[in-house]
């Protein structure tokens, strides 16, 4: 028996393996959705201070009620600028994007955030993290998360009721989940977001735009890919 050109084939072969495990990994998925985010915040006292969001969200290309989410929240203003928040989300989301069963996830957050203003107060900017303990369905431990969000406003000059809104927000995991092989240590998410928003009193803005999600996930599960038209009602008091 000969073994003349065994390491060669061998090589081959190996190259072979490696190519065809780097595609495993199938293309993203892709979704049209629209999230309607109603924020609700009230200064209680010159430091307490209050918030209330609730928020549905239609997926599967528009057609299915995807998630509804509620998320109240008590903050300590340490001054102008400085917030600290703790508070809970209740959200239902579908088993599917199609299916009209839901699960409830049940989250604790804790959070800082620092809003300022240059250029006149023309320019306004806020910084955001949080950190989430997430009780998922199914799941005995909570998956902790961190996510952090900067979101800038400019002023239209001359049209001082319009503005131009943008944000970045990214997610991690913070730990390792036994029964959930997509809540591993690491990127979970990101989301970046362009839109418009309309003063039509110093208690209300209606802002709205496009935000673009991608959603890593773990082989061989394809990551997700939203497309979201977000429209917010944000009153304050």
Same mark, same amino acid.
């Given at each position: 028996?000969?073994?003349?050109?065994?390491?060669?084939?061998?090589?081959?072969?190996?190259?072979?393996?490696?190519?065809?495990?780097?595609?495993?990994?199938?293309?993203?998925?892709?979704?049209?959705?629209?999230?309607?985010?109603?924020?609700?915040?009230?200064?209680?006292?010159?430091?307490?201070?209050?918030?209330?969001?609730?928020?549905?969200?239609?997926?599967?290309?528009?057609?299915?009620?995807?998630?509804?989410?509620?998320?109240?929240?008590?903050?300590?203003?340490?001054?102008?600028?400085?917030?600290?928040?703790?508070?809970?989300?209740?959200?239902?989301?579908?088993?599917?994007?199609?299916?009209?069963?839901?699960?409830?996830?049940?989250?604790?957050?804790?959070?800082?955030?620092?809003?300022?203003?240059?250029?006149?107060?023309?320019?306004?900017?806020?910084?955001?993290?949080?950190?989430?303990?997430?009780?998922?369905?199914?799941?005995?431990?909570?998956?902790?998360?961190?996510?952090?969000?900067?979101?800038?406003? +400019?002023?239209?000059?001359?049209? *001082?009721?319009?503005?131009?809104?943008?944000?970045?927000?990214?997610?991690? &995991? =913070? $730990?390792? #989940?036994?029964?959930?092989?997509?809540?591993?240590?690491?990127?979970?998410?990101?989301?970046?977001?362009?839109?418009?928003?309309?003063?039509?009193?110093?208690?209300?803005?209606?802002?709205?735009?496009?935000?673009? +999600?991608?959603?890593?996930?773990? *082989?061989?599960?394809?990551?997700?890919?939203?497309?979201?038209?977000?429209? &917010? =009602? $944000?009153? #304050?008091?």
């Amino acid at each position: 028996m000969s073994f003349t050109g065994q390491p060669k084939r061998i090589k081959i072969f190996m190259i072979a393996a490696l190519l065809v495990s780097t595609n495993l990994k199938a293309a993203p998925h892709s979704d049209f959705q629209a999230w309607i985010p109603v924020n609700l915040n009230v200064k209680l006292t010159e430091q307490l201070r209050g918030f209330l969001e609730l928020q549905p969200r239609v997926g599967n290309d528009m057609s299915n009620l995807t998630a509804m989410m509620i998320r109240p929240a008590i903050g300590w203003a340490i001054n102008d600028k400085a917030t600290l928040w703790t508070g809970y989300l209740m959200s239902a989301d579908s088993i599917t994007p199609d299916s009209d069963t839901y699960l409830i996830e049940n989250r604790a957050f804790q959070g800082f955030t620092w809003k300022d203003t240059a250029n006149d107060k023309q320019f306004i900017w806020e910084v955001r993290n949080r950190l989430e303990e997430r009780f998922l369905p199914r799941n005995t431990d909570p998956s902790i998360r961190w996510r952090t969000r900067l979101r800038v406003e +400019q002023l239209i000059p001359g049209g *001082s009721h319009w503005s131009v809104i943008a944000s970045e927000e990214i997610f991690f &995991n =913070l $730990n390792n #989940n036994a029964n959930n092989a997509q809540l591993q240590t690491g990127t979970q998410q990101n989301r970046l977001y362009l839109g418009v928003g309309y003063r039509f009193a110093p208690e209300f803005q209606v802002e709205s735009g496009y935000l673009y +999600q991608h959603v890593w996930k773990n *082989s061989p599960v394809a990551d997700q890919n939203n497309n979201v038209w977000m429209t &917010n =009602l $944000n009153v #304050n008091f």
